[in-house]
């Protein structure tokens, strides 16, 4: 069950996984996990093991419907256990949710694929990174705008 982290104690823990998936100074974690707090639109979320911060989500609502994943990780020593896809079962189980977006990079592209994700290159967005849209389709014969 994801829990909305804007009032979790343990901002250090929310910190060291939002790092991992960001690849970022100090300060460009606490700005974006500053954003998380105060915008509306966007929600962090976390994924708790017997009262541990396993893992993290943050979304934001891009269009009706539709919702964009900005970040996603587990803890080293949660990984591949499926709380990653877990986490993202449950966002698209969401009645209001139709579609799931994300960008990632070569490293987590089978992630995404093997989470049911439709892949497409976006090319090379930083010189020598190659980037790449994931899209999940939740509601599957259900006619979605936009796509």
């Known amino acids: ?37 105060a915008a509306d639109g966007c929600e962090l979320f ?3 093991i017997s009262g541990e911060l396993a893992g993290i989500t943050g979304i934001r609502c ?8 900005r ?23 969401r009645e209001d949710v139709e579609r799931i977006r994300a960008e990632t990079d070569l490293d987590a592209v089978g992630f995404y ?18 980037r790449f849209e994931c899209v999940l389709h939740t509601r599957p014969g259900r006619e979605t705008s936009g796509v």
Do not use: Q
């Open 71 to 93: 970040h996603l990780a587990v803890k080293a020593e949660w990984r591949g256990r499926t709380i990653g896809r877990a986490m993202i079962a449950e966002l698209a189980g």
């Open 46 to 48: 976390g994924c708790f």
């Open 62 to 69: 891009t269009a009706p419907h539709e919702i964009e994943l």
């Open 113 to 130: 694929r093997n989470a049911g994700f439709e892949i497409a290159s976006l090319g090379e967005k930083y010189p020598g990174i190659e």
């Open 1 to 37: 069950m994801l829990i909305s982290l804007k009032n979790y104690w343990d901002s250090d823990a929310v910190k060291r996984l939002l790092a991992e998936c960001m690849w970022a100074d100090e300060n460009k974690v606490n700005e974006e996990l500053e954003r998380y707090l």
